[in-house]
């Protein structure tokens, strides 16, 4: 479990290891993975403390190695660790552009990779669970870095779960929507979810439902279900949880097709395209129902 030192990852691997797994904690600061294994260690679970940052083939293949000298074998590897740094296209910086691409979307091949190879050894299938964003699936403004590595990740998935079949290895992507350090900076949601950090009272049920806005723990049951034998069947989806919300995300098709015998000049597209009825992009502003607005 990469990224699971707080928040969303912190979450899954606690839910994983209530669900009987042996769990490999990783994130990049050493206190914060060891602060979660060894809070499922104290709750009877078996966990252990494996931090570096993701990105590189060294980290990816030593988590794996943890895996299986502690606990025997590696049957699931969920990819979860994450980085931001958000800019406008114009003011995105090579650092900041490399710094998430690293991160996100090299960090989740080379994991991948190492678990595939070793599941592939092992000769009995496995799962990989690997985290997008709604942002990879509509883009979001500030976000190149970010909604790119994401939007890569699932086009990872519907790749890898082709390569991965006769290895009885599932790869699935999922798109989570929680009350987490960024999302509390969205305006929309700040004061919900201060008021229920606050309160401990739960977040309003249009929040939940309406907008899929949940806790991190509303989330967890989508990787213990991923990561069990009852989703034996289920690849290269991108599933979306939050708050009440359950989705499957579309993958890409053809929402329109026209032909013209010949091939098509230019003038002839801008003709045709007037019957095309655009897609929406960016993730939908939040719709606040107006005797819930503060």
Known sequence: MTGAGRGLGRAYAEALAAAGAAVVVNDVTA???????????????????APGAVGGSEVAD?????AVEEFGRLD????NAGVLRDRVLWKMSDDDFDTVIDVHLRGTFTCAR????????????????LISSPAGQRGNFGQTNYAAAKAGIVAMARTWAMELARAGVTVNAVVPVAATEMTKTIPAFAPYLEEAERTGAPLPAWLRRDEGMGTVEDVAGLIVYLASDASAEVTGQAIGIGGDRLALWSHPHEKAVTYADGGWSADAIAEACKSFEPETYGIPAPKVPAEKAP
């Open 62 to 66: 030593r988590l794996v190695a943890t």
């Open 76 to 79: 699931v590897l969920v990819t």
């Open 31 to 49: 206190e914060a993975a060891e602060s979660v294994a060894g809070t499922i260690r104290e709750a009877g679970g078996r966990a252990v403390a």
């Open 114 to 129: 190492a678990a595939a190879t070793r599941m592939r050894e092992q000769g009995e299938g496995g799962r990989l669970i």
